[in-house]
């Protein structure tokens, strides 16, 4: 799926995951609670989201799982609803964990972690009107990933659009031109709808 090496994926993620501490803890205590790219998730939800591997090693993973019958979207809307109200100190701790920066999902491996810690990083950031907190390589990487799966990953269809991004020479597609920077696209393709109203189509 990538050339990304592991040493290169975990530098890439723990500049995400540093970036958007940085970001939510010189913001003001309100945007905690500020909708993001997550459908029905506040941001502070978004951040219990990724930092699970910090608060449930393999064990207590198994465990949660079982009681969500198997079901990692049941068991990530239980955890996200549950661990969201911790206090904003823990949850930046987390952030900036080692663990978190070294975790990489079950089947995914390195790509699968850069590619956790871009799109939900981005779901923060874009809600806030900030740059993209990750690495642009790690970004542009992301942006690959998704147009050689073509939307299928998050079920969208990019089909008639033509996606130009503003801050490099990415493009693809044909038809209707859509144009924003690299993360605002990242967003479109993982099935997000941008601040501005901006989504691709569903399948």
Same mark, same amino acid.
């Given at each position: 799926m990538t050339?990304?090496?592991? @040493?290169?994926?975990?530098?890439?993620? +723990?500049?995400?995951?540093?970036? &958007? *501490?940085?970001?939510?803890?010189?913001?003001? $205590?309100? *945007?905690w609670d500020a909708p993001s790219l997550c459908a029905g998730w506040q941001l502070r939800h978004v951040v219990a989201h990724v930092s699970m591997p910090v608060r449930l090693?393999?064990?207590?993973?198994?465990?949660?799982?079982?009681? $969500?019958g198997?079901?990692?979207?049941?068991?990530?809307?239980?955890? +996200? @609803?549950r661990d969201a109200v911790l206090p904003v100190a823990e949850h930046?701790? *987390? &952030?900036?964990?080692?663990?978190?920066? +070294?975790?990489? #999902?079950?089947?995914?491996?390195? $790509?699968g972690a850069v590619n956790h810690a871009v799109i939900h990083s981005l779901d923060v950031?874009? *809600? &806030?009107?900030r740059p993209p907190v990750a690495p642009p390589e790690a970004?542009?990487?992301?942006?690959?990933?998704?147009?050689?799966? @073509?939307g299928s990953w998050f079920?969208? @269809? #990019?089909?008639?659009?033509?996606l130009e991004a503003t801050d490099t020479t990415w493009s693809r597609g044909d038809g209707e031109v859509v144009r924003g920077d690299s993360g605002e696209l990242v967003a479109l393709l993982a099935g997000r709808r941008l601040p501005d109203g901006r989504e691709l189509a569903k399948r």
């Open positions: 050339a990304v090496d592991g @040493d290169q994926a975990r530098a890439w993620v +723990a500049r995400t995951y540093e970036g &958007l *501490a940085d970001v939510l803890e010189s913001g003001p $205590a309100e *945007a090693p393999p064990e207590r993973f198994g465990l949660e799982m079982a009681a $969500a198997g079901d990692f979207g049941v068991l990530s809307d239980t955890v +996200a @609803d930046l701790a *987390a &952030l900036r964990s080692p663990v978190l920066h +070294a975790w990489q #999902p079950p089947g995914g491996g390195a $790509a950031t874009l *809600a &806030l009107g970004v542009s990487e992301i942006l690959r990933q998704l147009d050689a799966v @073509d079920g969208v @269809d #990019p089909t008639g659009v033509r």
